[in-house]
């Protein structure tokens, strides 16, 4: 059987970089979105990765920034970039689905917080991504770019496929346990989560508590600027502190001290991926940067203790959070739901507020037990995911790996800075609430590193 | 002219205290209902806190809950309980309008949070009660019950109109500002804001940082009731800890220490109301409770410098939290929106991310200045409003006294204590977060105290 693998003929699709350009006048916000247009023409039979492609509302907007950038008058630095969004954001003009067969063909007839800050930005919302049911665990129909037999990842998964496949420059997605970085991992392009509550969720399917929108792009400078023009004009959740990394990430800045973590399952990881992450450690150390871990720091060690159970008490913590509106929609539409969004409502139904704050009380352990490292180190190491993307579409992968930074609800990013097999495998880097201008200094001092060697 | 005061005709209808007739067999769920709806068919045209009459599904809920009590298998302490939920909670058999002409005749198809737990505890779901426009200025067609001259208050206008006319035990009802406690005190009924994010938010129409659920009633025992079926079944908004005051309030405790707080515009407060408020301070000093103002504490003085600014504060985040939805609304329909949402739109437009991040530091400062006295004082007390409820349906009324509960995001009451010209002005209690607990003994103690004078 021929292998798949398409890796070699990808383009690697980026947007700031390019931006200059359409001030320039020798490419416009027009051709660009051609570009990707005729890449999703091509290739999304196979890839599978939207759910609907806007496309004569796409060229209506992008027109309208092509002449922004002519009268060089553009809106943002964001103004003309096309863009996918996780078809768990609603939009006015096009259906919302939530991944889900029940929702098919819906449109609520307004605009997410999320879609209404990237429109006013001038952003060219090109169309919707698949996602997982609701964000959670049934797949949708989307292939890995890199080899169509195996999973994209999950649930952010048209987010990470169509960015990878060089369809967009940039895709919004969501991460409640692992929906961004583990999938960026599988797909090798950089998975952006900021902290919590940074980025305004109106609009979306739910409201769990860890559930923190980020984006999926090739480089550092898209993800911030995508962020950073979200933020300025809908600002994060109602209460919460908005993304404040900066309209471009800092400089690239040799940290002065990272942790190293290992995180549950590390064992049962891939080995030659365990090899190259302990070769970069090795390699920052040998550069002057303090690398400590829990068999040299005893925080490290309490650490890893708190974030053991990440995965378990993510698990307990959205099955409490889905009596509504999950439970609700079961009341009404069982027969809509995967057989495995079913179980969750059954579990959900067993579980009491007393048992409910417990699993909060956990969760905040993780995050004292981080915060005692808040003076010490610049952030924190592991891979994003235990190995390579999976052969098989019935799973969306281990997201293990991720629910640490989730359940900590910090900045995390995935750094397509390993390969196993053939295929991507990511650096994730973590860093402290609300701190993502400093992190953003050392994932470029990182992603330079990695592309001298 | 002849004054309209309908106070002595008004029946007080109770729920919690008659729910034993139901497990006799004297009384009934379906009787209770057909008296509340007696009373609307007689008073809504006048008083019109309705928005939408549900009599067929009321009478079917309520025969089912009929049924129940007839089995001895009531679901909950508050299984066939007449209710009224204020028209921004969306409802799957009802119309939500937000008070908003743009969604007249707008039915989601899904029930909030709120509306579902109710009817799985086994609440009759009587209607749906004006409020105003998207729970905030602009006010809906209410009067007051006890003189329809008179602003009932808002923005829950409805919920506190049908409670104190007697169509319904308990409405339910939403706070940003003074949406609870301000109407209650119009009314004369019991208004309780439990602790910020302990009832679930799902499903109404905006997510502002303060908006806390809660009820109008007419004893505490309902109050606490609905608060705490609501909190068992959905929980609180996600990450929060749910309502923990239990399915019925404390029994009766006298205070050891009391706080006296005047907040912003005391002086220029009704007199008679301020009288009384010093009158009752002065019973509860005589009868042991230790009670503290600004004059004898430092600790309280630094607390009503704090929120001496939580009106503006309020308004102002308040303000940049419309960003999303009513920015995005006023995008499409600004024709549909009142002169004063379109105003709030435009200021919106003109704050920035930083200024926000210093509102949110300076509401911070409120809740460490309360802090500083939780060991020492069992809640705090002031007016629940300026004085009696303003002639005219053109304004709701000044919610200056209201704000710093709602800033602090604490639980609160407004008790029906006081009376100036026949008209009801309620006392304000406030409590600490999460001890909504021993406020109910607090509580208790005092309208105790008041009926026995």
Known sequence: MAKTTVREAMPKVTFCDVREAFLG??????????????????????????????TDGARAAADEATKRYRDRRPRSAID??????KDIFETADMPTTFGSPIFEGWCGGRDSAVAFALRKAGAVLVGKVVT????????????????????????????????????????????????????????????????????NRGG??????????GTLSNNLADAYAVCHEIAVRVGGDPGSLPFQGGVRPAPAQKPQALALLETAGWKSADADAKRQFAALAELLASLGVTVID?????????????????????????????????????????DGLSEIARERVAQARKMTVD?????????????????????????????????????????TGDPGFNAPASALRVPALSLPLFEVGGLPVGLQLLGFPHRERALSGVAAFLLELQSGR
Request: charged fraction near 20%; include cysteine.
């Open 25 to 54: 006048g020798e490419d416009t916000s027009r051709a660009m979105l051609e570009r990707c247009l005729a890449r999703i023409d091509e290739r999304d039979q196979d890839v599978r990765a939207f759910v609907y492609v806007n």
């Open 80 to 85: 003309g970039m096309p863009i996918g969004l």
């Open 132 to 199: 997982t049911e609701f964000a959670a665990t049934f797949p949708g129909p989307t292939r890995n770019p890199h080899d169509l037999a195996r999973t994209p990842g999950g649930s952010s998964s048209g987010s990470a496929a169509a960015v990878a496949d060089g369809m967009l420059p940039v895709a919004i997605g969501s991460q409640v346990v692992g929906s961004i970085t583990r999938p960026a991992s599988f797909c090798g392009v950089i998975g952006f989560k900021p902290t919590y509550g940074s980025l």
């Open 204 to 213: 979306i399917c739910d409201a769990y508590s860890q559930n923190a929108l």
């Open 294 to 334: 829990r068999r040299s720091s005893q925080r490290v060690e309490r650490l890893e203790q708190a974030i053991a159970e990440a995965m378990p008490i993510t698990r307990a913590i959205n099955c409490f959070e889905s009596h509504w509106p999950l439970v609700e929609l079961a009341h009404r539409r069982a």
């Open 355 to 395: 048992e409910y704050q417990t699993l909060l009380a956990l969760r905040e352990d993780m995050s004292r037990a981080l915060e005692t490292l808040a003076a010490d180190v610049d952030g924190f190491i592991t891979l994003a995911a235990t190995g390579p993307a999976p052969v098989g579409l019935q799973s």
